[in-house]
């Protein structure tokens, strides 16, 4: 785990270096205040960090205020180093955002514990997190999620000037399997389609769960006329999907219908994009299923 540093004194700084180091932390340094909230504000930055109090134009306490008011980072656990040890002093940390301090000269093992405190708090979030954007049963990002990271990733391509291309999945008549096989088979189809496509797909493209029976898939740099192909590779891909049934592999020959759309003139936002590619997904299902539509071609 990173842990970012912010400390002036040279000394200190090789002391919580080579201690951090020797527990099997990576230490991303600061000397100085500005420098820690630079750090602590990249998206992948440090989730815990030491801040010393006392330091040169921006002090501990002042990054603990900043970061406590950023709003677009996950939780930081923010450790104040002091050597300012009064009741009042340590109420003033606190206040300031830290959520717990040392008191300098510290001791190695208090240090240990303490970082280990944090260390929980992060992990625990991460795992919050992770369950607030994930669909249990396929693993894949559910609706929210994937409409966020989508948003992102359309301004993102829209500023580079490149193409991004969507596509909408619907399973053809996924009511009949679950009708005739059950909906512990149903369940299992889905999650055999998400492993397939996910094998399939480029470590770049991402996939969610949309609803019921319905999949969603963003595929960054890609032109409508590749993002057709890959769709029927996907296509083609989910035909070889086995099932287990209790004891027994099943073979239930799912297929499904996918539209296809790419950002352009009328496809600018996850508003229009999703529109397009629907639009195309029911042309497919109009066509007799189990086929690709591009939103071009009709
Ligand atoms: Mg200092």
């Known amino acids: 785990m990173k842990v970012l540093v912010a400390e002036d004194s040279r000394y200190y700084q090789k002391v919580l270096q080579d201690t951090l180091n020797s527990w099997g932390y990576t230490v991303v340094m600061a000397n100085n205040g500005i420098e820690a909230l630079e750090k602590l504000s990249e998206e992948d930055g440090p989730k815990l960090a030491i801040i010393d109090w006392v330091m040169p134009h921006v002090d501990g306490l002042e990054v603990c205020q900043k970061i406590r008011e950023m709003v677009n980072r996950g939780y930081i656990y923010l450790i104040l180093l002091t050597v300012n040890a009064s009741k009042e002093d340590v109420v003033r940390g606190l206040e300031a955002g830290a ?59 829209q500023r580079l000037e490149e193409s991004l291309s969507l596509i909408m999945v619907d399973l053809d008549d996924f009511k009949k399997v679950n009708d005739n096989y059950g909906h512990l088979v149903g369940d299992e189809v889905l999650k055999g389609v998400a492993k397939c ?42 035909k070889e999907l086995i099932v287990n049934k209790e004891t027994e592999p099943l073979k239930l020959n799912v297929t499904a219908s996918f539209g296809v759309s790419t950002l352009g003139e009328d496809a600018f936002n996850v508003h229009t994009l999703t529109k397009k590619a629907d639009e195309a997904l029911y042309v497919a299902k109009t066509r007799g299923k189990d086929q690709v539509v591009l939103s071009e071609n009709y």
Do not use: H
């Open 197 to 238: 496509f996910s094998s399939i797909l480029r470590k770049y493209d991402f996939i969610g769960r949309y609803g019921g029976e319905e999949f969603v898939i963003c595929l960054p740099g890609v032109k409508i006329k590749q993002a057709g192909e890959i769709a029927e590779r996907l296509r083609i891909g989910m």
């Open 99 to 157: 959520d717990d301090y040392i008191i300098k000269p510290f001791n190695e093992m208090e240090l240990k514990f303490r970082l280990k405190t944090g260390e929980r708090i992060i992990n625990l979030e991460d795992q919050i997190m992770q369950l607030a954007l994930t669909d249990p049963l396929t693993g894949l990002l559910n609706r929210r999620a994937f409409i966020d990271r989508l948003e992102s990733e359309i301004n993102r391509y």
